[in-house]
């Protein structure tokens, strides 16, 4: 079983709406989480952490579920620089294990 | 953003030649690491410096050879490639907690990766 798995999509979404990603980890002890954005042919960044209470930062909304051990990220009011791949990162305390990333393009 | 930086950008390679990839952090991070990201493929963990540790990914193979010389620089000497070893090269750093890699991490900072081909 893979340390973390995600929806590659594609989601393609219009601008202005309300996507969500959804990304399910196998390790029950794993202790940190991220969401990361790759951008074509560019390294990935740290988008935001997601804290076992749920955190938001503008239009991100992370959300962390233990007991089903997934973790969620929701983009509202979609732009059109919203569109890279979302990287979901899980750190069970000895290692990053990075998910494959789910693609989101925004459309006109 | 200049807080890791890796050379060089683009690297074409025959599989008899030898080259070095090349990473310095400026954050003042405790720890490095080397990642090889292939198409379709999650992030793919090669080797791990951290305090007196270090960690390797026993699958990856002894073609690559890592270098940290001290907690700012990281290299990745790479000798008799193959053409599947063709892929972005990323080097990260973090701030590694007392405890060592057993405990929790703080965020990972990516350089902008090294595109290898192996011809």
């Known amino acids: 079983r893979k340390e973390v798995e995600q929806d590659p999509g594609p989601f393609n979404v219009p601008e202005g709406a309300t996507v969500a990603f959804n990304c399910t980890y196998s390790?029950?002890?794993?202790?940190?989480f991220f969401w990361y954005r790759q951008d074509c042919r560019k390294e990935p960044k740290l988008l935001m952490s997601v804290y076992s209470s749920g955190n938001e930062d503008g239009r991100f909304t992370a959300q962390l579920n233990r007991a089903s051990q997934y973790i969620s990220l929701l983009i509202r009011d979609s732009k059109l620089s919203d569109s890279a791949t979302y990287l979901c990162v899980v750190n069970p305390g000895n290692q990053f294990y990075f998910g494959t990333g789910t693609s989101l393009t925004v459309i006109p | 953003e200049t807080g890791v930086t890796q050379t060089p950008r683009h690297l074409v390679m025959g599989m008899t030649n030898k080259k070095s990839l090349k990473c310095e952090q400026h954050l003042g991070h405790n720890a490095m690491y080397w990642y090889k990201q292939s198409a379709k493929k999650p992030l793919e963990l090669m080797f791990v410096y951290s305090l007196e540790e270090r960690v390797e990914n026993n699958s990856v193979p002894s073609r690559f050879s890592p270098e940290c010389p001290n907690s700012s620089h990281l290299f990745l000497h790479l000798h008799t490639l193959q053409p599947e070893d063709s892929a972005l090269y990323l080097c990260?750093?973090?701030?590694?907690?007392?405890?060592?890699?057993?405990?929790?991490?703080?965020?990972?900072?990516f350089g902008p990766g090294t595109r290898l081909l192996v011809l």
């Open positions: 390790n029950s002890a794993s202790q940190s």
């Open positions: 990260a750093s973090s701030q590694v907690l007392a405890g060592g890699l057993g405990t929790a991490q703080e965020t990972q900072y």
